[in-house]
């Protein structure tokens, strides 16, 4: 329950980690936003004005500006996003409320998910549903009136519903994770095409499997296609149902030591997507059923503060713990997992259009150098062709003063010469 309420707080959860980094990348693409408008706007003087820039390379930093804004449209898209699969009747429905603190999803008898069902966050209050292909919002009044529309929906179990949810209502959206449930894999016949639909952004698979069984070959099998198609994805397996096991204790350590070797074995040796002890942290016993209607509870007001609140089987506060205890390594995994896989291509390409805009700007001034110099050097020669000319000037005038000087001095010899005689 300590871990419930670590989870709503906004900086302590692991998911702050994706949050934060988006934010900080957000910001980064801000400011080469700014830098390129800038850079764009000072090329844009220097093209129309000085000729120092031609055409070609001109329009290529333009083209800069809409590389930007195009990765900064994605990023603001980018999300964290969690797949769940496992057979008809397990309770993944169930798990997805039970992690909502609240029933989105129908479930149980005669609600079976019959195509991929995508929870998002929205800012606004009132939830919706879009459909493939359209973007008409259908609206959602409560869950019987979604249970309705899901049921009409004969889109096939490939196709994707979105239900738009009010983020102020759950704090998993609010952190931009998205959840999708999918049709039982033991119905379906089309898990290639679901997998190269909707598991290759997937940053988390959750399996819900049932502990009242073995994990079942279609289980293990479309993992198998999982793992073929994705390295090493991030796994996690939840013994659903596990109030179920409390009615026999005598077995409880039992089975559980059972169930634990057999799902280890398949994550450690037949996937080989984790190391050994690393598997421990992936496979928890848990019961989705208990872990809703308690929040549900708690959110009437009504806290837990007994041991083994009645009505629970024996058992139910560590059944509720080890939920928990999943959802935070959930969240530490699918944060980072997230951070990696989205924001690491967006930084290589903000370095790469940074770094292309630097040397682009950077040849530039070192052509306007050149230039600069070239110019320079032309109006030193000038100088000196005109210091030559002055020179050559200054050196005839003399020259002329000196000759008219001997011619007037010869002149006036000869005049006083002539007058003598
Ligand atoms: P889905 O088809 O995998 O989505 O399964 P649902 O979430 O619809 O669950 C099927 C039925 O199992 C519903 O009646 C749930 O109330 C029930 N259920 C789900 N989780 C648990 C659990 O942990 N314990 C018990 N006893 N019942 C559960």
Redesign the pocket.
């Known amino acids: 329950i300590g871990a419930r309420h670590l989870r709503e707080s906004p900086t302590s959860s692991p998911l702050q980690i994706f949050v934060r980094a988006k934010k900080k990348i957000n910001d980064i693409y801000q400011e080469i936003e700014e830098y390129v408008a800038e850079t764009t706007l000072f090329l844009e003087g220097v093209h129309n004005d000085k000729g120092l820039i031609g055409d070609k390379d001109f329009q290529d930093f333009k083209s800069y500006s809409s590389k930007v804004a195009g990765i900064k449209e994605v990023l603001a898209r980018d999300h964290m996003k969690v797949a769940f699969f496992?057979?008809?009747?397990?309770?993944?429905?169930?798990?997805i409320?039970a992690m909502m603190g609240d029933k989105i999803?129908?479930?149980?008898?005669g609600?079976?998910?019959n195509c991929f069902l995508q929870i998002e966050g929205i800012d606004t209050n009132e939830p919706y549903l879009t459909t493939e292909g359209s973007s008409e919002k259908q609206n959602i009044k409560g869950i019987g009136q979604l249970a309705h529309a899901l049921c009409n929906n004969r889109l096939g179990d490939s196709t994707l519903v979105r239900i738009h949810w009010p983020k102020t209502r759950c704090p998993l959206l609010m952190d931009d994770v998205v959840l999708v449930?999918s049709p039982?894999i033991d119905v379906s016949v089309s898990l290639d095409d679901w997998i190269d639909k909707h598991c290759l952004d997937a940053d988390v698979f959750v399996l819900?499997a049932n502990s009242e069984s073995t994990l079942m070959n279609t289980e293990k099998n479309f993992f198998h296609k999982v793992s073929e198609k994705l390295s090493k994805p991030n796994i996690f397996i939840l013994q659903?149902?596990?109030?179920?096991a409390a009615s026999e204790p005598e077995f409880l350590n039992e089975v559980r030591k059972q169930h634990l070797e057999r799902t280890i074995g398949f994550l450690v040796e037949e996937l080989k997507v984790v190391q050994g002890a690393q598997a421990e942290q992936r496979v928890f016993f848990?019961?989705?059923?208990?872990?809703l209607h308690q929040r549900l509870s708690e959110a009437k007001g009504q806290p837990n503060n007994s041991e083994q609140p009645a009505g629970y089987p024996e058992g139910f506060t560590s059944r509720y713990f080890e939920f928990q205890d999943f959802e935070r390594k959930f969240e530490e995994c699918i944060s980072k997992t997230a951070v990696i896989t989205k924001f690491e291509q967006h930084t290589q390409r903000g370095k790469n259009i940074a770094n292309e805009i630097g040397q682009n700007v950077g040849n530039l001034m070192e052509r306007a150098w050149q230039e600069r110099d070239q110019k320079m050097g032309e109006r030193q020669s000038l100088w000196a062709r005109l210091d030559h000319t002055e020179k050559e000037l200054h050196d005839v005038t003399t020259q002329m003063k000196e000759k008219i000087c001997s011619i007037v001095e010869d002149v006036e010899r000869r005049v006083s010469n002539a007058l003598n005689e």
């Open positions: 496992g057979r008809t009747s397990n309770g993944k429905s169930t798990v409320n999803l129908p479930s149980g008898i609600h079976t998910t449930d039982g819900v659903n149902r596990w109030d179920m848990v019961s989705a059923k208990e872990t």
